[in-house]
């Protein structure tokens, strides 16, 4: 659950308002940096320099602190909507543990998840691994008619009604299931634009 757009412009409108604390010469250079970083650039880049005391929003979400919309879980591993979802039912694998390496085990359920997500009939499902402040999660992507570009934010009515849809025992009609094959985990970490 990466940073918002607005909340993304806000930070950057705070730290473009420090620019002239750097030397003039490289003013202009940090203030272009700054603009071009996405959202999770921007929360990587806040981390780094330290500018930012933050605590892991994932073993936030773990805790029960942030309010999220599970659809799955076993013992090391949740599953939860994107708030901020690229697509109808963009789904986030958290393992339990706050670590760098995504565990064997959070590839298997991530797998158990994208059959899971089928439920939505997307075109495909894509799964690419990210990480935000040192904890490693899987994303479950689906596509349908268009590439996903955009995020955006979703109603609680929306979300609660898709965590329906996936929680439901049965499926429907064969259209319902991907094969195993068309699911793929990536071995290297990638972001979802
Ligand atoms: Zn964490």
């Not at 955006?152 to 009604?161: G, I, P």
């Amino acid at each position: 659950m990466p940073l918002t757009q607005e909340q993304s412009n806000q930070i950057k409108n705070q730290l473009l308002e420090n620019l002239q604390f750097f030397p003039e010469n490289q003013q202009e250079l940090i203030k272009q940096k700054i603009l071009s970083l996405s959202p999770n650039e921007l929360e990587q880049f806040l981390k780094e320099n330290k500018l930012v005391k933050q605590e892991c929003i994932f073993c936030s979400i773990l805790k029960g602190e942030i309010p999220s919309y599970k659809i799955n879980e076993d013992e090391n591993n949740i599953a939860i909507l994107e708030i901020n979802p690229l697509s109808r039912g963009h789904t986030l694998i958290i393992p339990k543990k706050h670590i760098n390496k995504i565990p064997d085990s959070t590839r298997d359920f991530t797998q158990k998840v994208a059959r899971q997500l089928a439920k939505l009939k997307p075109k495909q499902i894509r799964l690419k691994q990210n990480n935000i402040l040192g904890h490693q999660i899987m994303e479950a992507l689906p596509v349908y008619d268009e590439e996903p570009k955009e995020r955006k934010k979703a109603s609680a009515t929306e979300l609660k009604k898709i965590q329906k849809e996936l929680i439901q025992k049965k499926s429907r009609g064969k259209a319902a299931s991907l094969s195993k094959k068309e699911i793929k985990i990536p071995t290297l970490p990638e972001r979802i634009p």
